[in-house]
Every structure is written in C-alpha cells, then in structure tokens.
C-alpha cells in the first residue's frame, strides 16, 4: 500500500519569506506521480504542481517548486515569497499504477504572517 | 459553468434522515469519484466511477450508496448515518479512470449527524 507522511501538521511563515512543506513517501513502484494540492477554508483542492518519477529536473510552478529527492522519497514543497493567500491547508499526494487512485498525506496547515 | 459543482454545501441531517449529496462536472470527464475528509486523517476513498460504471468501492458501509446515472452527474445516497460520518465528502473527477493528473475537485459538502 502507498503511504504519505507529512510530519508538519502546522507551519507558520513570514509574508514574502520562502517556507519548506515535507513530504516523504513509500512505495514499490518505479514510476509514480507526485502532486501537492493547497484545500483553502472554502474547501476546494486546488492543484499546485506535479513532479514525475522518471522527471530530472524539479517541477516549478510560478511560486511553487518540488524539491524531489527519489532516492530518500521525498517532494518537499517549497513556497517562494509567500503571500497572505497561501494560508490554507496543503496536501502532499502520490499516483501510482498499481494503486490507480491519489493517496493523500495527512496535510499541513500554512499561516502566513504580516 | 465550469469545473466541478458540489450541493448542497454545507448539510444538518438526522441519523434516521434519508439525503443525498449531488456532484456535477462539466469537464467531459469520464471518471468520478467521492472521497471523505475527517479531521487529521489523510482522504479516504470511497467509491470510483468510470463511464458510469462503479469500478471500485473501498469497503464502505451500505448507509453510503452512490450513483451515477451519466458521465456528468453522481450521487452520494446518505441514509441511517453515525455521528462518526460527519466529515466533508469531496467528488472529484478526471480525464479517465488512471489518468495520473487532471483531477478537479468540487468544493465539498461539510455533512453534520447529529
């Protein structure tokens, strides 16, 4: 079975600093897809970015990057010069073919300061 | 209208009420899908629909009953629920049944049993 672990269940974050979300995973199979949704208080998952198994580069996605570490299973989400907005839950998610469905993290909740 | 619509929004019911949760996609999607949502607990699966079909249902008690009458519309028939039910249920859907991205969520339904 696919498990997703994020150890962060808050996170607090200046506006306009960078904040660092962990992410870290397990699985068997050799290509999987990686994802991060942000779930604002309206409810709604939002898609942020998307990192493949077999990709070489990090994903970037405007303000957002994964930094993927496949041999430690990790994709960290990484929020570059945060805004007010980015508060909201953020959930860590796999693809894989033998699961065929998105199996979710626990999730973190982000605040952003002034 | 666009993306994936959720009604009612927000649901009061009864443990001996019959209701149901409406979810209708716009997309051209082919597979639906209804997660749950409890506090600090990752999504929970519960039932996947692909061109109409229930292609999968992960051990979800009978008071749940879904139905998809077409690739658009799907349905979550709630009767003799627990208190333990209450959660958000969120529906989404995607290109496919497999399709590793393109997933779009509804805003959910925030169910309440008392």
């Known amino acids: 079975a696919q498990k997703i672990t994020q150890t962060q269940p808050g996170m607090f974050v200046q506006e306009k600093e960078a904040v660092t979300l962990d992410c870290t995973y397990d699985t068997s199979d050799q290509s999987y897809g990686l994802f991060w949704y942000k779930q604002p208080s309206s409810g709604e998952m939002i898609f942020l970015i998307y990192?493949?198994?077999?990709?070489?580069q990090n994903a970037t996605e405007g303000r957002y990057s994964l930094n993927f570490q496949k041999a430690r299973k990790s994709a960290n989400l990484v929020i570059s010069a945060s805004q007010l907005g980015d508060s909201a839950m953020y959930f860590c998610?796999?693809?894989?073919?033998?699961?065929?469905?998105?199996?979710f993290g626990t999730g973190t909740r982000l605040q952003v300061t002034l | 209208e666009t993306g994936v619509t959720q009604t009612p929004r927000h649901l009061v019911m009864g443990m001996t009420n019959k209701k149901s949760l409406k979810c209708e996609q716009h997309l051209g999607h082919n597979a639906m899908y209804w997660y749950k949502q409890s506090a600090k607990k990752p999504l929970e699966l519960m039932f996947v629909y692909s061109l109409e079909e229930r292609v999968e249902n992960n051990s979800v008690p009978s008071r749940f009953s879904p139905e998809c009458p077409n690739s658009s519309h799907l349905f979550l028939h709630l009767h003799t629920l627990q208190p333990e039910d209450s959660a958000l249920y969120l529906c989404?859907?995607?290109?496919?049944?497999?399709?590793?991205?393109?997933?779009?969520f509804g805003s959910g339904t925030r169910l309440t049993v008392v």
């Open positions: 998610a796999t693809y894989t073919g033998t699961a065929s469905k998105l199996t």
């Open positions: 990192q493949g198994s077999y990709d070489e």
């Open positions: 989404a859907s995607s290109p496919v049944r497999g399709a590793s991205y393109g997933y779009t």
